[in-house]
């Protein structure tokens, strides 16, 4: 069955860079089409698309935040990393990683990991 | 970008009463829309896709409507498990535009 974990630092501070890890299992994401997306969500708040690696290594990012976002992907680990660079309080979120699969609900996040709460405070 | 609104913000309804749930995106996004709901402390689940087809393992209760601009999530019954926050999001332009609405609170009356 398809699962998804996100992995990495409960607290950051201020100006530092956050390093997240997605290690899925179920899929494959060097099968044409499927994609794995981050998402995050504050406290209270509602979703933020963040960034997404596709199966053929493209990547996007929000307009928002491109300037500070960077995936990857090691497709021999099932791991996708997003890094977020110059991280702020107003940063402090719960990070999904989620998969976009291919077919009829392509461009949709079918399966999520359970999300880890990040806060950044000195 | 597409900015999509949801409302009511918050819907109180009774257990075993119909609950209507509107979405609108500022710009068509033709049938691509996707639900979530999202309980606390979970991640959200998705519910429906191409603005009406129900995802895998979703309850007949739950349907979605509309095209274009303009979309609801209808719970036919509500359920105490219904009880939830739930999220409209639009794919018309991805990758690598996807877009959330702020989400409406389904809770008890």
């Known amino acids: 069955q398809v699962t998804l974990r996100e992995s990495g630092p409960a607290l950051v501070k201020p100006t530092q860079t956050l390093t997240l890890t997605c290690t899925f299992s179920?899929?494959?994401?060097?099968?044409?089409?499927?994609?794995v997306s981050w998402i995050r969500q504050p406290p209270g708040k509602a979703l933020e698309w963040l960034a997404l690696?596709?199966?053929?290594?493209?990547?996007y990012y929000s307009t928002s935040l491109k300037t500070r976002l960077t995936i990857s992907k090691d497709t021999s680990k099932n791991q996708v990393v997003l890094t977020m660079t110059n991280m702020d309080p107003v940063d402090t979120a719960t990070y999904y990683c989620?998969?976009?699969?291919?077919?009829?609900?392509?461009?949709?996040?079918?399966?999520w990991g359970q999300g880890t709460l990040v806060t950044v405070s000195s | 970008e597409i900015v999509m609104t949801q409302s009511p913000a918050t819907l109180s309804v009774s257990p075993g009463e119909r609950a209507t749930l509107s979405c609108r995106a500022s710009?068509?996004?033709?049938?691509?829309l996707a639900w979530y709901q999202q309980k606390p402390g979970q991640a959200p689940r998705l519910l429906i896709y191409?603005?009406?087809t129900r995802a895998t393992g979703i309850p007949a209760r739950f349907s979605g409507s509309g095209s274009g601009t303009e979309f609801t999530l209808t719970i036919s019954s509500l359920q105490s498990e219904d009880f939830a926050v739930y999220y409209c999001q639009q794919y018309n332009n991805w990758p690598p535009l996807f877009t959330f609405g702020p989400g409406t609170k389904v809770d008890i009356k």
């Open positions: 191409g603005a009406s």
């Open positions: 690696i596709d199966w053929d290594d493209d990547k």
């Open positions: 710009q068509s996004v033709s049938s691509n």
């Open positions: 179920g899929f494959s994401l060097s099968t044409s089409g499927m994609c």
């Open positions: 989620a998969r976009i699969p291919d077919g009829a609900v392509a461009g949709t996040f079918d399966y």
